[in-house]
């Protein structure tokens, strides 16, 4: 059974950092390309930053330059450093594997004031 856990969260003001960590157990770890997606108040879902088992990266437009993923494998987590946050980053952050996602975890609420 996967189980995954999120933390890190918190509130911070605008300009601040976080890093979120993103435990997994139950799968290959290191088999998977794994994502961080986020989700605000009466927003969809989406797909923030993502990882390659070969440690490549991807970002999505409003977050590129400011957030970077990577991963331990040896320790099975995946995080999220997130700098020079603006109020808009606000929302409740997940990690999930790219493909075939598995239950989502209880997320880490970032919290950006102005």
């Known amino acids: 059974q996967v189980q995954v856990v999120e933390s890190g969260g918190g509130l911070v003001q605008a300009g601040g950092s976080l890093r979120l960590s993103c435990a997994v157990s139950?799968?290959?770890?290191?088999?998977?390309?794994m994502g961080w997606y986020r989700q605000a108040p009466g927003k969809q879902r989406e797909l923030v930053a993502s990882?390659?088992?070969?440690?490549?990266?991807n970002y999505a437009d409003s977050v590129k330059g400011r957030l970077t993923i990577s991963r331990d494998n040896a320790k099975n987590t995946v995080y999220l450093q997130m700098n020079s946050l603006k109020p808009e980053d606000t929302a409740a952050y997940y990690c999930?594997?790219?493909?075939?996602?598995?239950?989502w975890g209880q997320g880490t609420q970032v919290t950006v004031s102005s």
């Open positions: 999930n594997r790219l493909l075939l996602p598995f239950s």
């Open positions: 990882i390659t088992t070969g440690g490549s990266t």
């Open positions: 139950g799968i290959i770890f290191r088999d998977n390309a």
